[in-house]
């Protein structure tokens, strides 16, 4: 089975309220969307969210590569099972502007592209992605297939009563994991955290993320002021230009690090690795560039005996959602599941199917084919920021 087309656009996805953390305030995600034909008429779905500040992408720009990018010689070929489908979104390659050293400058078209395909081809196969993460050589050493996994929670950079309402919320819907979005007032969030911890209560794990906020004479104190709070793991707390004073810095925090802007690709978690600049990686699908780079990750992560966090982007549709979900029920070893906000964080469902976990962020694995839903084009529509770019492949 072969590709007849490949469609892309950008879709701005509303949000229920603004999302704060301290490199952005987000009222809406505009997110790259790909659209996938094959011969028999086979439709599957991709996404992916380029931000500026993580892999200095931007949706019009994704949508500029995709109409340059070479996608015939990659995808002209027949596909018949999962391997060939795994050489075909390998062969993808795609144009930047400019130099690209981190190799990440097309990560999130590139995830979307890939999505789209897997979602395609499950669906021909009657197969779940699951399945194709399964014959991923790199994968198979990771394998942990389980029917049911558990999704951690986030409270973002609220003030005043807010962060006690929000953490009694989780304590009530019974989350074991929570994030804090800390920024560079630390007084003030280290009261945030006494409230959060206080109305959250003593078992749930609480880690904070500074979103680059910190300076790198600040670090010690800053985290200091926060470990009486019981925290887990401080997720990148000074900007991806000072990773070599993070690596200098490290040995002395009572917490572990993780690396979330500072980790987008292979290039980076060597650099973090050489730098001993952290404990665990963040990954996310889009920023990372898909499943399969995704899972490179996790297997170096396990490789290097650091730990690693599956994440999320505020404003993922149930289209990244369903990916993450087969990434989270199949590939074992990750120390936080986040994803499948959908309800809790949207404004409006975009996809035929709820991908939103339930009590205590648990979520079932998907076993229809492909990634399991599919974007309703009749609630997207008003939301497409430019007609579709269409390439035709055969």
């Known amino acids: 089975m072969h590709v007849q087309s490949i469609s892309a656009n950008v879709l701005r996805v509303p949000l ?11 009222h809406y995600s505009d997110n790259v969307v790909v659209r996938v034909e094959l011969a028999d008429g086979t439709l599957g779905w991709g996404e992916g969210v380029p931000r500026p500040y993580v892999t200095g992408e931007s949706p019009d720009g994704a949508l500029a590569q995709f109409g340059l990018a070479p996608l015939a010689a990659a995808l002209s070929t027949e596909a018949d099972d999962w391997q060939a489908v795994i050489a075909m979104c390998q062969r993808i390659e795609l144009p930047v502007d400019g130099d690209d050293p981190r190799d990440c400058r097309s990560n999130s078209l590139r995830c979307a592209i890939e999505l789209a395909l897997v979602d395609a081809y499950g669906k021909h196969f009657g197969e779940p992605a699951s399945a194709m993460l399964s014959q991923y050589e790199p994968a198979k050493p990771l394998l942990e297939p389980r029917s049911q996994v558990a999704f951690s929670t986030t409270i973002d950079a609220e003030y005043g009563r807010k962060p006690g309402r929000s953490a009694f919320k989780m ?6 994991q929570c994030k804090v979005k800390v920024g560079s007032d630390n007084q003030s969030d280290a009261r945030r955290l006494g409230l959060i ?8 794990d609480l880690r904070v993320d500074a979103n680059e906020a910190w300076l790198p004479e600040q670090l010690l104190e800053y985290a200091s002021q926060l470990t009486p709070y019981r925290i887990s793991c401080i997720e990148q707390p000074l900007a991806h230009e000072q990773l070599a004073a993070l690596g200098e810095l490290r040995s002395s925090l009572e917490v572990p690090v993780m690396l979330d802007e500072s980790l987008t690709s292979m290039v980076d978690a060597r650099e973090a690795v050489r730098l001993s600049a952290c404990d665990l990686f963040n990954i996310r699908l889009s920023k990372c560039g898909g499943l399969l780079r995704s899972v490179d ?17 505020p404003g993922e549709t149930g289209i990244l959602s369903a990916a993450g979900r087969h990434f989270a029920t199949t590939i074992g070893g990750a120390r936080y599941l986040e994803g499948s906000y959908d309800r809790h964080v949207l404004a409006e469902q975009l996809t035929t199917d709820d991908m939103t976990f339930g009590y205590g962020g648990r979520a079932p ?12 084009l009749s609630r997207c529509e008003k939301h497409l920021q430019h007609d579709w770019v269409t390439r035709p492949i055969s």
Do not use: M, N
């Open 16 to 26: 229920r309220k603004p999302f704060r953390h301290a490199s952005a305030v987000r």
């Open 197 to 204: 911890r206080r109305w959250i209560g003593p078992k749930v």
């Open 365 to 376: 694995t998907l076993t229809r084919p492909g990634l399991g839903t599919s974007l309703d």
């Open 297 to 313: 990750l996790a297997a170096y992560a396990a490789e290097q005996q650091l730990g690693y966090q599956l994440g999320c982007h």
């Open 171 to 176: 304590r009530v819907y019974g989350f074991r």
